[in-house]
């Protein structure tokens, strides 16, 4: 079955990094777009950025843009999320998820980041 | 950035109820329109998506409407296993955002 594995989270002081990894199983990593979703404590859902199949084409929110970096390495069925310059208000859980044609079918079960002195 | 305007914020229903949740974007999103339900501390799940399409394994009772900027998810008959927050979320425009949620509570 379809299954998305994210690790990396963790304490990071206000200008630290982090780097997520997401790994998958289940499906043919390398058809697949892919996206990073955050969740801070007790609010909603931010879509924050997305990858294409072979890796060539990101986007991502203003709100992590020149911050943080998407990737991946579908060899290895791997995606990541290369966090900088973290802030507090980067606290979150954070998920990485399939993306079934813009609409995120598969989800992991999350990794939270806490960026606080 | 489109933004996502869910209401209500919470319902309150009994098992049984039909259970209708709009979603209404600050611009027109076609019909990428999907619905998530996600319970306390897990991922959400997709509900579904393209407005009206339900996603494989997803109980007929839920279903959904709209076009344009006005959508609509309705649980026909509230189940038990239905308590939890519904979002939607468009994927017209990138970034793809989400409403603030509908929290759905046993009456």
């Known amino acids: 079955q379809v299954q998305l594995v994210e690790s990396g989270g963790g304490f990071v002081k206000p200008g630290g990094s982090l780097r997520l990894s997401c790994a998958a199983s289940g499906f043919t990593f390398s058809e697949y777009y892919m996206t990073w979703i955050r969740q801070a404590p007790g609010k909603g859902l931010e879509c924050i950025s997305y990858?294409?199949?072979?890796?060539?084409?990101?986007n991502y929110a203003d709100s992590v843009k020149g911050r943080f970096t998407i990737s991946r390495d579908n060899a290895k069925n791997l995606l990541y999320l290369h966090m900088n310059s973290l802030r507090v208000d980067d606290t979150a859980v954070y998920y990485c998820a399939r993306d079934g044609g813009r609409f995120n079918d598969a989800w992991g079960q999350g990794t939270l980041v806490t960026v606080s002195s | 950035d489109i933004q996502m305007t869910q209401s209500p914020s919470s319902v309150s229903a009994s098992v049984g109820d039909r259970v209708t949740i709009t979603c209404r974007a600050s611009q027109g999103v076609n019909t990428w329109l999907a619905w998530y339900q996600q319970k306390p501390g897990k991922a959400p799940k997709l509900l579904i998506y393209v407005t009206s399409i339900l996603q494989s394994g997803v109980p007929s009772r839920f279903s959904g409407s709209g076009s344009g900027t006005d959508f609509t998810l309705t649980i026909s008959s509230l189940q038990p296993e239905d308590f939890a927050t519904y979002y939607c979320q468009q994927a017209d425009s990138f970034p793809w955002t989400f409403g603030q949620g509908t929290r759905v509570e046993i009456k």
């Open positions: 990858i294409s199949m072979p890796g060539t084409y990101t």
